[in-house]
């Protein structure tokens, strides 16, 4: 079992940066494909990016492809996304999921654990 724990949320202009990070628990994070998802007031959890378990992989969303970059370091059980080129359209809480079957699911169904999420919020 792995516990997932997001930090790095805040408040930002349009235009502007945020490094979210998704500090885990246990030994044995090397063995779980990690992903990012969020979620905006009325809407569905939607996927924004994934990575295979040693970082070889990545998979992002369209609406965010060239502008966020995930990464983890597995040495230190932490995943982080790099948020870049903000839009307001990117305000949501931000959740991070582990998969320990180490498949890449682009919807909610098939990861084992979430995080609670941190809150991103992009003024205009």
């Known amino acids: 079992q792995v516990q997932l724990v997001e930090s790095g949320g805040g408040l930002v202009q349009a235009g502007g940066s945020l490094r979210l990070s998704c500090a885990a628990s246990?030994?044995?994070?090397?063995?779980?494909?990690m992903a990012w998802f969020r979620q905006a007031p009325g809407k569905e959890r939607e996927f924004v990016a994934a990575?295979?378990?040693?970082?070889?992989?990545?998979f992002y969303a369209d609406s965010v492809k060239g502008r966020f970059t995930i990464s983890r370091d597995n040495a230190k059980n932490t995943l982080y996304l790099q948020m870049n080129s903000l839009k307001p359209e990117d305000t949501a809480v931000y959740y991070c999921?582990?998969?320990?079957?180490?498949?890449?699911?682009?919807?909610?169904?098939?990861?084992?654990?979430w995080g609670q999420g941190t809150q991103v919020t992009v003024s205009s």
């Open positions: 246990g030994r044995t994070f090397s063995t779980y494909s």
């Open positions: 990575i295979s378990r040693f970082g070889g992989s990545t």
């Open positions: 999921a582990a998969s320990a079957g180490g498949t890449i699911y682009y919807t909610t169904a098939g990861w084992d654990y």
